[in-house]
């Protein structure tokens, strides 16, 4: 019966698409710039010890695994909290607190994790399957917690002194995955228990590195965990993420050799710096997406029961088409970051095994359509929306040039610039019309869509709610079909175009430099930079 309930929605939902996005739609071109993870040391001489500094483009969020969502807390934490799970740069899924991939029942409903032995916290704390079962937990049911979505429908938790054993009450394929990211992070229990819900001042957890200081604003510091498992392995006293959100800055500090390693670079920097023979440009694709936020019914916090606001942008799905159709992806793109970037309509990233022509293209160009959606709406025009964007010169730019074309669409675009904390603020809160940022994305889609557009999960920061799209992105975390699973997100992102919660514009390159003094250093598609074994390189090397 729930077969056939479903079968007959995804039919609808196709019809439905099918009769809103009868525009036709052209496929995304990607960029032709060649990819540089980095290397891992191998067996080169390196300089043991010394005092890294890397610039950060922003101020994290609490280094709180359970409540973060911001991308420069993974940079961090990447140094200082390892996971049950970690991406290799291949895009495979490999334990790393873990012993082994999970083991699935064959009904689904069981996961039963194989965890490392012989470990111990930055604290002294011995790590087990017990500390698993306590951080898993907090992650699952604390009051504020981003990580409970990603969990899936987990209906217990438990452990047997070699494992951890999941319970849910329906399968849950992208559980690995979730748990090669901060659902994975484990922290210790004696911690959790000593700073409860402060544990963000101080984490403590299993890393090539521990936590020593923060400066909100101004710097972190994390110093070498001499109890880490593989402390043979790493090089460097201390490492510094001093934050710098200039990219001008970061490029210029770099040069002088104030700091060592950057990331975030601008795109309009990075031909000098990939010329530049005291440089290392690194470049990587994205899993993830750019674009903005549209409040739908985010009135009370994400997490929240919806409450849908009393604007036309809010109420009707043909003003956010319009905005939608208002934008030329590519020509922007290209504009805006020197065809260093690509174009992006969907949440699904074409070099994934997911993507298919019809979940990664974009809707035309055609601002005259747009014109008439809102004059079919009875909008007012120019129809004025203001969008929160993060306060540095290459995400003021963008939105300048984005300003610019939508005009022609019919659209008045008011910008207030945002420090990054407050748009993550603003974001969970509700507290904006229009907000720019984006996700630096996973490995499996679900945790690109779901987080984001599932009724009630604590990522849905734009209040959408739609059981169509629940009852699809449900359906493609229970099977483990790589080709059903695509079918069904072909679906979620028909609906996607069809109601516009959150319009997608362009897919960013990770660009990171690192002087060549420095060796190591990696960067996948997930967007983390990887310093735990990186070093400085032999004076032999010099």
């Known amino acids: 019966m729930r077969y056939r309930l479903f079968r007959a929605l995804a039919l609808g939902v196709v019809a439905v698409a099918v009769a809103s996005c009868s525009q036709a739609q052209a496929p995304v071109q990607i960029t ?65 607190l873990a012993s082994d991939l999970p083991k699935f029942s064959e009904d689904g ?19 087990n399957a017990s500390a698993v079962e306590t951080s898993l937990q907090r992650h699952l049911s604390m009051d504020g917690s981003q990580r409970t979505g990603e969990m899936g429908p987990i209906t217990g938790i438990d452990s047997d002194g070699q494992s951890v054993i999941l319970h849910y009450s329906t399968p849950f394929a992208p559980i690995t995955a979730a748990l090669a990211d901060r659902a994975g992070m ?77 990331d975030t670079m601008s795109p309009q920097d990075a031909d000098a710096l990939k010329a530049d023979p005291k440089m290392h440009l690194l470049v990587s694709g994205s899993f993830g997406f750019q674009g903005f936020y549209i409040n739908i019914g985010n009135a009370d916090g994400a997490g929240k029961p919806v409450k849908p606001l009393e604007t036309p942008l809010a109420k009707d799905d043909r003003v956010r088409l319009a905005l939608s159709l208002s934008i030329d992806r590519q020509a922007l793109v290209d504009k805006a970051f020197k065809g260093w970037y690509e174009p992006a309509c969907t949440p699904v990233a074409p070099r994934t095994s997911y993507a298919t022509t ?31 964007v993060m306060n540095v010169a290459d995400q003021l730019a963008y939105a300048q040039q984005l300003q610019t074309m939508v005009a022609a669409g019919g659209f008045d675009l008011r910008i207030v610039p945002t420090e990054y904390s407050a748009l993550l603020a603003a974001q969970k809160s509700g507290n904006y019309e229009a907000l720019l940022l984006g996700w630096s994305g996973r490995l499996d889609p679900d945790g690109n869509i779901a987080r984001f557009l599932s009724t009630g999960s604590t990522g849905n920061y734009s209040g959408f709610s739609d059981p169509a799209m ?53 960067v996948y598609a997930d967007g983390a930079v990887r310093l735990g074994k990186a070093a400085f390189v032999s004076d032999r090397n010099s």
């Open 32 to 96: 032709t710039h060649a990819d540089d993870y980095g290397q891992p040391l191998g067996a080169q001489p390196v300089h043991e010890g010394g005092d890294l500094v890397m610039g950060l483009s922003n101020d994290p969020d609490r280094l709180d695994p359970t409540t973060s969502s911001s991308l420069y807390m993974r940079y961090v934490m990447s140094t200082i909290c390892e996971k049950l799970y970690d991406n290799d740069s291949s895009g495979n899924l490999v334990p790393q």
């Open 109 to 127: 409903l069981t996961v039963t994790i194989p965890v490392r032995s012989g470990i111990k916290f930055a604290d002294g704390t011995s790590f």
């Open 186 to 262: 484990i922290m210790s229990p004696t911690a959790l228990k000593d700073a409860g819900k402060d544990f963000g001042d101080h984490p403590v957890c299993v890393g090539p590195f521990k936590f020593q200081q923060r400066t909100v604003g101004s710097s972190i510091v994390v110093e070498r965990d001499p109890l880490y498992y593989d402390a043979q392995n790493v090089h460097f006293d201390t490492i510094t993420y001093r934050i710098m959100p200039d990219a001008t800055a970061r490029a210029a500090a770099l040069r002088a050799g104030e700091i060592q390693v950057a």
């Open 358 to 388: 019809a979940d990664t293209a974009c809707p035309l160009f055609d601002p005259d359509r747009s014109r008439k959606l809102l004059a079919d709406a009875g909008v007012q025009t120019p129809y004025p929306i203001t969008m929160q």
């Open 470 to 522: 629940d009852e699809v992105l449900a359906w493609a975390a229970h099977t483990t079909s790589p080709a059903r699973r695509g079918a069904l997100y072909e679906q979620a992102v028909r609906l996607i175009g069809r109601e516009n919660p959150y319009i997608y514009t362009y897919r960013l390159r990770n660009l990171t430099v690192h002087s060549n003094r420095v060796t190591g250093i990696e």
